[in-house]
T-cell receptor, first 114, second 111 residues
């Protein structure tokens, strides 16, 4: 089955701790994205990568870091500098179809602060 | 003003009703339009995409784009309780241009 997997489904972070969210895709997509979703605010772009070994900051990158060492994988680290990390995190990969980019999402990771 | 506006709802309809979900936008460069369905605590699932203006139909779902009014719609015919979810519109200028999402409309279909 082709798709995007995210793990874990739930993640708990203690104060001052860095945590890493996993995102893997087997769709052979070049571009991958991380979004944060808060109630009433829609999707906010954290980081994106259009090719291996390259990534760009999105609208709310502060307190987060990423790497893109493999085409299939785009892990997100929530650092201790992110003061309000409680949210639903979504990973996506994309392909250009029918004239535009279509993003496909993983099932999400819910991050909670202890 | 946000680039994409979407009424958050909630929108409650009886089973079997025709549902109309809408988004307005301000960026005239947008020409690629998508609709996603998101169940509670799940990732968004792509329903349909359209390029430029016109209608596109897929089963009970019809997507409509009116670029002159900067207005897009998703119609759901014969709505079912399983359609209860949040519906997100998304749009871009095409290619790998940035995709902008609406905040979503929560739909509840009452049996």
């Amino acid at each position: 089955d082709g798709g995007i997997t995210q793990s874990p489904k739930y993640l708990f972070r203690k104060e001052g701790q860095n945590v890493t969210l996993s995102c893997e895709q087997n769709l052979n997509h070049d571009a991958m994205y991380w979004y944060r979703q808060d109630p009433g605010q829609g999707l906010r772009l954290i980081y994106y990568s259009q090719i291996v070994n390259d990534f760009q900051k999105g609208d709310i990158a502060e307190g987060y870091s990423v790497s893109r060492e493999k085409k299939e994988s785009f892990p997100l680290t929530v650092t201790s500098a992110q003061k309000n990390p409680t949210a639903f995190y979504l990973c996506a990969s994309s392909a250009v179809t029918g004239g535009g980019e279509t993003q496909y999402f993983g099932p999400g990771t819910r991050l909670l602060v202890l | 003003q946000k680039e994409v506006e979407q009424d958050p709802g909630p929108l409650s309809v009886p089973e079997g009703a025709i549902v109309s979900l809408n988004c307005t936008y301000s960026n005239s460069a947008f020409q690629y339009f998508m609709w996603y369905r998101q169940y509670s605590r799940k990732g968004p699932e792509l329903l349909m995409y359209t390029y430029s203006s016109g209608n596109k139909e897929d089963g009970r779902f019809t997507a409509q784009v009116d670029k002159s009014s900067k207005y897009i719609s998703l119609f759901i015919r014969d709505s079912q309780p399983s359609d209860s979810a949040t519906y997100l519109c998304a749009m871009s200028a095409g290619g790998y241009q940035k995709v902008t999402f609406g905040t979503g409309t929560k739909l509840q279909v009452i049996p």
